[in-house]
């Protein structure tokens, strides 16, 4: 048995010519939470596609609980409990709370042929997986739509947890968010990771990501810049890691010769 | 003295709590899809018991008259519904009203199919028909109004080509000599609660004919047809787990699909439905009248969307009721028959149908924002 829950040891994607990603590698414990960084266009769709079974990796192993896997589609990494949460969070604003929770996984009750979605039992654990976020959820009939965004990114997070995940994979969850609202949900995927959830947090804010990450990965161009514990990183540095540190000492430089110029 | 401040304790309390149900029970039914059709349908009757109560109107053989016009509509209106919450239109209904005639009626006079066969048929090409405009708008991904407009074509095409080829005719009549003794017909073509109005009649309660029967006979098929698919569908829509996938269809179509809702499978599904109901009612209406005509239903299909629409139905999908459907299938029934009743000029009918659906987008869109905004 691996101590790690889930390890991707050199992820390759191409298509075609173009080399998506390159070598990543990243390895997760229980209760971990890596953040994973990059600017627009480094490869974060690609890899996170790639962890959710949407891409076949071209190289590369992923290891689920020391076994070698193969993800042939994202049903299979559910399977497995890696559960991504999309940036849509795959939630129907006109629905309810409850709908939207069991959608496409509703617990049934009667007999077979007049099987019934159980609302009530549905309601019921609806509202007590919201409470248990903090999330007063007075109606859980009440539609999705009058939820802040946070309360919507919880919702879709609580529900991968319901239903099995060991591994979290969350794109951008709080790119959408305001301070606080970030913040609630910020707080919750601490919680999570706290209960034994790996958590592989994308997002290009440093802000957001700092405080709650154990373990930073930076992905420039497909390609990963390393991984460092928090100890062996500050917020700073990864900023520079991230924007291409050098292109903005570049620019800067670049600027300033144009100021000169224009000033003689 | 100590019992009696408790007890008015605990009545306050109860009262408070008696208060916050009623809020949150009002609440609950002001977001019902359907509150604005089921409104509307009571001020229609309203209308009519004032201006045409002592008409005939609201006689029996009145009531099941109106009934008639609006189960008929209602029994597409529902089907057409259930698509739209899906999130896809079916504009082909009216063409497939006429083409379904035309597969009861060409077997049963010109192949000498017994007539249960020839509605079998009807009913296995509505199938395939539908099938055909899912498994195209599925597959495609072009707006399902651009699809069934062309199936509206092709079957109204088809319908009168075959027609004219094979009987040389627009119609075909000589169907009612068929469908006594059949096994299947006397679903679609038989009225039932006779004795109900036997009895009222014998009362001396509604009117009767000169022989002494009474004027109205029974219950049209068309009503129990109406009544047994609103139930069903609204069933579906609220306690299955297909109903639950019919509404994140619509909704949401990649976050549907991105939790495991079969998306395409929901909406080829909702189109055989569309198919199915309106062979129900062409069925009906060609055993009723004894004939088939290639031009039958046309223009049901808007009829049918304006009817899901008022009952609540939202154009973008994701939102509405079979029950509201049905409201809004009882609300232009009564009109288009109720306008005989007055002096009104019942050219003014389609002015009404305009103005019915036009406030109804405008109230679907209000609730829409309502229900959609964030706090």
């Not at chain 2, 095409?157 to 299947?184: F, H, K, N, S």
């Not at chain 2, 009564?334 to 007055?342: E, H, K």
Request: proline share 3%.
């Amino acid at each position: 048995m691996s101590e790690y829950l889930v390890q991707f040891n050199n992820i390759s994607k191409f298509f075609g010519k173009v080399i998506a990603l390159k070598d990543v590698t990243m390895k997760l414990k229980k209760g971990e939470i890596m953040c994973l960084l990059g600017d627009n266009g480094a490869g974060k769709s690609t890899l996170i596609k790639t962890l959710a079974g949407v891409h076949k990796p071209d190289e590369g192993e992923i290891i689920v609980e020391g076994k070698k896997t193969i993800f042939d589609s994202p049903k299979d990494a559910l399977d497995m409990g890696i559960a991504t949460v999309y940036q849509d969070l795959a939630l129907v604003s006109l629905m309810s709370i409850t709908r939207n929770f069991f959608m496409g996984r509703e617990p049934m009750k009667g007999p077979l042929i007049f099987k019934t979605f159980d609302i009530e039992k549905a309601n019921k654990i609806a509202a007590e997986r919201m409470g248990q976020i903090g999330i007063d959820v007075r109606d859980p009939s009440q539609a999705v739509g009058t939820m802040s965004g946070g309360e919507r990114q919880c919702l879709a997070i609580s529900r991968a947890i319901y239903f099995g995940a060991k591994v979290l994979v969350l794109d951008e969850p709080t790119s959408a968010l305001g301070v606080h609202q970030a913040s609630v949900v910020l707080k919750y995927i601490v919680k999570a990771a706290a209960q034994g959830l790996a958590v592989i947090l994308i997002t290009h804010n440093v802000h957001h990501a700092y405080p709650v990450g154990n373990s930073f990965t930076v992905l420039n161009r497909g390609k990963s810049l390393g991984t460092y514990p928090k100890k062996d990183i500050t917020r700073e540095k990864l900023l520079s890691m991230m924007a291409g540190g050098e292109e903005l000492n570049k620019l800067e430089v670049e600027l300033q010769e144009m100021n000169r110029s224009s000033a003689n | 003295m100590s019992t009696k401040s408790k007890s008015i304790e605990s009545k306050t309390d109860f009262n408070q709590d008696e208060r916050l149900k009623k809020v949150s029970k009002l609440r609950l039914l002001l977001n019902r899809p359907e509150l604005g059709a089921l409104g509307g349908a009571i001020l229609v009757f309203i209308f009519f018991g004032i201006v045409a109560g002592d008409t005939g109107m609201f006689s029996a053989y009145g009531v099941l008259n109106f009934l008639d016009v609006s189960a008929n509509l209602g029994i597409i209106a529902i089907a057409a519904a259930m698509l739209m919450i899906g999130g896809e239109f079916d504009l082909s209904i009216g063409s497939m009203i006429g083409f379904a005639g035309i597969c009861i009626a060409i077997p049963a006079i010109y192949w000498g199919w017994p007539l249960w066969m020839s509605i079998i048929f009807a009913f296995s090409m509505a199938v395939l028909v539908g099938y055909f405009n899912g498994i195209l708008v599925v597959r495609t991904g072009l707006p399902s109004f651009i699809v069934t407009l062309a199936m509206l074509f092709i079957l109204r095409g088809a319908t009168l080509a075959i027609t004219r080829l094979i009987t040389g005719r627009t119609q075909v009549p000589g169907l009612r000599v068929l469908i006594e003794d059949d096994p299947l017909a006397w679903i679609f073509a038989t009225d039932t609660f006779k004795w109900i109005f036997t009895w009222l009649g014998s009362m001396n309660l509604i009117t009767l004919r000169t022989d002494g029967t009474p004027l109205a006979t029974g219950i049209p098929p068309s009503v129990i047809w109406f009544i047994v698919l609103a139930i069903f569908s609204t069933w579906i829509l609220m306690k299955t787990r297909y109903g639950n996938w019919i509404f994140a269809s619509g909704g949401d179509k990649n976050g549907a699909n991105n939790v495991g809702v079969p998306v395409g499978r929901v909406k080829i599904s909702l189109f055989i439905g569309t198919a199915v109901a309106a062979t129900i009612f062409a069925t009906i209406q060609v055993l009723d009248a004894g004939s088939a005509d290639t031009m039958r239903g046309t223009l049901k299909e808007l009829e049918a969307i304006a009817a899901a629409v008022v009952g609540g139905c939202l154009l973008t999908g994701g939102y509405g009721s079979a029950i509201g459907a049905a409201f809004g299938a009882l609300i232009f029934g009564t009109v288009s028959m109720g306008i005989f009743y007055t002096d009104v000029d019942t050219d003014w009918f389609k002015v009404f149908l305009g103005a019915m659906m036009l406030i109804a987008v405008i109230f679907n869109n209000f609730i829409r924002r309502k229900v959609t905004e964030s706090k």
